[in-house]
């Protein structure tokens, strides 16, 4: 019995590794994944670019090579207004038109024109060509960036503060008796100076009335002078015969058709759709 104290020292052992081996290990618990805060987003259909007066103050050209200086901001402006339409400013031309919106996405198509040329160095026609090939819009700080289709570039417009009221009567030519003086026509093609420019005249008034001389008739009207451009509507007439070489007439058959107007160089004229008809007016003493 000499070997028993061994034989239990050797148990003991076998016992201590089997309890050591049996032992489970502690699995740490799992550490939580922090969420990241996302920041609030101001969305595109939120922003708010309606009634507002935008003045154009450059070009941003993908390659740089046809970047945009406006020299004066004031003389090229957008509106857009909250029933869809649109005013342009193209230096000395207006325009009216109409724009979609969706999210960030813009279209601008526009309409009606006055024709004048505005000089050698205006950007009348480049403003006019980049308005519409816009797509979409950005704000950034403070300013409207239209971006034209296709990358092919940027149109930065600072915000002049809140619009007027629409109205496409262009200043200066309320309450003035304008004298028709020439007449220009595309098909065919001619220009006729009216004799006697004081025998036929053309008054806008407040409130959408007009004050019309035709030679020896008096004759009354009414238009709508808005950002879809003009509406000229004739009402009560005298009906005196003026003499065969009058152009009563004519005069009184030329409003109606005329959908735009403005001033150029001082002059009023009126035009009709597509520029057809072009009527010249001096200012009257």
Not at 194 to 219: Q, W
Not at 253 to 259: I, T
């Amino acid at each position: 019995m000499k070997h028993k104290p061994l034989l239990l020292l050797i148990v003991a052992i076998l016992l201590a590794v089997v309890a050591a081996c049996g032992s489970p290990t502690a699995t740490p618990a799992p550490t939580a994944t922090p969420v990241p805060t996302v920041a609030p987003v101001e969305l595109a259909a939120e922003v708010e670019i309606t009634d507002i007066l935008w003045k154009w103050e450059q070009f941003q050209d993908q390659s740089d090579e046809g970047n945009i200086t406006v020299d004066d901001p004031d003389r090229y402006t957008l509106v857009f207004r909250t029933d869809g339409t649109v005013e342009v400013q193209a230096d000395c031309n207006a325009i009216s038109g109409t724009f979609t919106r969706d999210g960030s996405s813009l279209q601008i198509t526009l309409g009606p024109s006055t024709m004048a040329a505005c000089g050698e160095n205006s950007l009348d026609s480049q403003f006019v060509e980049k308005l519409g090939a816009v797509g979409a819009f950005v704000m950034e700080d403070g300013k409207l960036v239209l971006n034209l289709m296709a990358d092919a570039g940027n149109m930065v417009f600072a915000n002049g503060g809140e619009a007027g009221a629409a109205s496409g009567v262009p200043e200066g030519v309320l309450n003035v008796v304008w004298q028709w003086s020439d007449l220009v026509e595309k098909a065919p093609a001619s220009q006729s100076a009216v004799p006697n420019p004081a025998n036929y005249t053309i008054t806008f008034r407040e409130g959408g009335k007009l004050e019309i001389k035709a030679d020896c008739n008096a004759v009354e009207g009414t238009y709508q002078w808005d950002a879809q451009g003009l509406k000229i509507e004739l009402g009560a007439s005298t009906l005196a015969f003026c003499g065969e070489d009058s152009l009563d007439q004519q005069f009184l058959s030329l409003l109606p058709n005329m959908v735009t107007g403005g001033l150029d160089g001082g002059r009023f004229f009126l035009e009709s759709a597509g520029g057809a008809e072009r009527m010249g007016f001096n200012r009257g003493e």
